[in-house]
C-alpha cells in the first residue's frame, strides 16, 4: 500500500522536508558562520521539521548538535531537567567529551529528573543543578564543532533568572559555538532579543519562517502526486490559494485530496473541493474547541476580522466588547500568533470555520 507523500502530523524526518531549501541552507550557512539566529514563526509552521533538517545537515558536514526544547517549561528544576536529557541524547564525538565533564563535575548525565523526583531534603539544589549543566554544555561544545539548537525557547521566561544565566554561560563563546533559538509565540520571541531590559538584548538576528510559496507548494503537490501514479486534477494551481501557504494545512489538504485518488486513474472531478470538505469536516470539533479556548474579546476580534469589519466603531456594538478589551485582544492574538501584524488569521481553516459558523 502507498504511503501518502503529504506527512502533515508531528515533526517531519529531515528527508521528508520539502519547500524549504532557502530557510534551510540559510539557517545552517548562519548556525556553521557562528551568526546567533531566532527563527519566528506561528504554530504548525513547520520550524521545528525545518530546524531537524538542519540538524541533519550540519551533522552531516562533522559538526556536533545538541538539541534542547524548552517548551512548557515552569522551573528551574524542568529546565534542568531538559538540558539534562538534551545533554544525555546527543550523539557524536561530543558525546566523550559530556560524559567526561560531567564526571569531573560529579555529575552522571540522564538522572536529573529521578533526583528531582525525590523527597524534598534529597533534591538536588535547582539553581546550583543548572548552573554545572551550563557548564556541561560550553565546556563540551568547545571541544568540537558544535550547533546547539533549542526549540521553543521563549517558555524560559515563565522561569525567573534562567534567561540572564544562560546568557551568562554563552555571551563570551558565540564565536565558538553555533546558536539558533526558535520560538512559536513570535511576539514574546522578537521582545527577547528586541527589548534592552531582556538578558538576550541583541544577541541574534531576528529570521520569520514564511508560509509556501506558490511556486513551492505546486512542486511539492505535483511531485507527491506523480511519484504515487495519482492524478492532481486542480490541487497543484488551487491549493495556494485556499491554504494561504499555510504549511500544514496545505499538506492537511493535499493528504486528502491523494486519498481520494486511485493509481492509474483520472482525478475526480472536484478534487480540491472534496478534499477541502472533508478536512472541514475532521477539523469541525478541534476548530470548535479551538475558538471556545479564547476569550470573549478574542473572539470578537476574530469575527470582525473574518468578516472584514473596522475592529473599532461599529463592530464593537455588534458584539458587545469595549474599544480597550478589543485593543489588547488584538495584541494578544498577534503575540501568539493567531493573526499577523497586518491583521490577518494565519489558520486558513480557522477562518474559515468563523465566516460558516457565525452570520455576523
Same mark, same amino acid.
Given at each position: 500500500m502507498d504511503v501518502s507523500p503529504f506527512p502533515h502530523q508531528g515533526p517531519l524526518q529531515p528527508e521528508e522536508v520539502r519547500g524549504r531549501d532557502q530557510i534551510v541552507d540559510e539557517l545552517v550557512e548562519r548556525a556553521t558562520e557562528r551568526r546567533v539566529t531566532a527563527l519566528l514563526g506561528p504554530r504548525r509552521f513547520g520550524k521545528t521539521s525545518v530546524l531537524r533538517k538542519v540538524e541533519s545537515v550540519v551533522t552531516e558536514g562533522g559538526a556536533n548538535v545538541i538539541w534542547i526544547d524548552f517548551y512548557e517549561t515552569r522551573s528551574k528544576a524542568d529546565v534542568v531537567v531538559r538540558l539534562d536529557e538534551a545533554l544525555a541524547a546527543t550523539r557524536g564525538p561530543i558525546r566523550d567529551a559530556l560524559r567526561s565533564i560531567a564526571s569531573t563535575l560529579s555529575l552522571n548525565l540522564g538522572v536529573f529528573k529521578v533526583q528531582f523526583a525525590q523527597k524534598p531534603s534529597l533534591r538536588p539544589d535547582p539553581d546550583a543543578a543548572l548552573h554545572l549543566i551550563l557548564d556541561v554544555l560550553v565546556k563540551a561544545a568547545l571541544t568540537h564543532p558544535t550547533v546547539v539548537i533549542i526549540d521553543e525557547f521563549s517558555s524560559i521566561n515563565q522561569v525567573?533568572? %534562567?534567561?540572564?544565566? *544562560?546568557?551568562t554561560k554563552l555571551q563570551h563563546h558565540v564565536r565558538e559555538i553555533g546558536l539558533l533559538f526558535a520560538g512559536s509565540e513570535p511576539t514574546a520571541m522578537a521582545s527577547m532579543f528586541s527589548l534592552r531590559d531582556q538578558p538576550f538584548y541583541a544577541q541574534a538576528d531576528l529570521l520569520n519562517i514564511e508560509g509556501f510559496s506558490p511556486d513551492s507548494l505546486a512542486a511539492i503537490v505535483r511531485e507527491g502526486f506523480e511519484a504515487t501514479d495519482r $492524478? !492532481?486534477? =486542480?490541487?497543484? =494551481?488551487?491549493l495556494h490559494p485556499v491554504s494561504?501557504?499555510? !504549511?500544514?494545512?496545505?499538506? @492537511?489538504?493535499?493528504?486528502?485530496?491523494?486519498?481520494?485518488?486511485?493509481?492509474? @486513474?483520472p482525478a475526480p472531478d472536484?478534487? *480540491?473541493?472534496?478534499?477541502?470538505?472533508?478536512?472541514?469536516? #475532521?477539523?469541525?470539533?478541534a476548530l470548535e474547541t479551538l475558538f471556545s479556548s479564547f476569550a470573549p474579546s478574542e473572539?470578537? %476580534?476574530?469575527?470582525?476580522? @473574518?468578516?472584514?469589519? !473596522?475592529?473599532?466603531?461599529g463592530s464593537l456594538e455588534l458584539l458587545g466588547s469595549s474599544q480597550g478589551g478589543i485593543a489588547a485582544?488584538? #495584541?494578544? *492574538?498577534?503575540?501568539?500568533?493567531?493573526?499577523?501584524? $497586518? *491583521?490577518?488569521? %494565519?489558520?486558513?481553516?480557522?477562518?474559515?470555520?468563523?465566516?460558516?459558523?457565525? !452570520?455576523i
Open positions: 525567573e533568572g %534562567v534567561a540572564g544565566m *544562560l546568557r $492524478d !492532481p486534477g =486542480d490541487v497543484v =494551481d488551487g494561504e501557504g499555510h !504549511p500544514y494545512r496545505a499538506m @492537511q489538504i493535499a493528504d486528502a485530496a491523494w486519498r481520494l485518488c486511485e493509481p492509474g @486513474q472536484n478534487l *480540491l473541493a472534496s478534499a477541502f470538505d472533508l478536512v472541514r469536516a #475532521n477539523t469541525e470539533s473572539q470578537s %476580534v476574530l469575527r470582525s476580522l @473574518q468578516a472584514g469589519r !473596522p475592529l473599532f466603531g485582544a488584538r #495584541n494578544r *492574538l498577534i503575540a501568539s500568533g493567531t493573526i499577523s501584524r $497586518d *491583521l490577518r488569521i %494565519v489558520d486558513p481553516l480557522l477562518a474559515d470555520w468563523i465566516r460558516r459558523r457565525f !452570520p
